[in-house]
């Protein structure tokens, strides 16, 4: 199979940089996958779970929030405030930010409050189906 250049940027990190046969990421409109040869596109990333395929034909899960990304002449840019492989999110301390940010949604606050608790919510659901397995 066909393999295309791939790099992962989190905030502050190089995430993953490589080949790969594939590649599924969360997007505004759905899952979004990615094989060699694609289009070119520019596309905003939402938190939830990022499926990719190596040469090996080895399949890995990552949890990635908020980005881009830009497919461009073959090669694929991904730009995250975070990316996390299964075993390294604290199912602990997700669980922690699920109740504060329920908790926060419940309290009469203005609309940016709720919104950023409501996003905050949505990415340690997302985090917690990734350290799952999936969803």
């Known amino acids: ?47 939830g779970k990022m499926k990719y395929r190596t040469p090996d034909g080895e399949e890995h899960l990552a949890f990635v929030s908020d980005g881009m990304m830009r497919v461009e002449d073959g090669e694929v840019l991904i730009l995250v405030d975070s990316a996390e492989h299964p075993e390294e999110i604290d199912i602990e301390k997700v669980k922690k930010k699920e109740a504060a940010a329920k908790e926060a949604m419940l309290q009469k606050r203005s609309l940016h409050e709720y919104t950023l608790a409501e996003s905050s919510l949505k990415r340690a659901i997302a985090r917690l189906k990734v350290k799952n397995g999936g969803f």
């Open 1 to 47: 199979m066909s393999t295309f250049m791939t790099r992962v940027y989190e905030a502050d990190n190089t995430f993953f940089v490589g080949e790969l046969e594939s590649l599924t990421i969360p997007t505004v409109d759905g899952e979004y996958g990615v094989l060699a040869k694609h289009e070119n596109l520019v596309v905003a990333v939402l938190p």
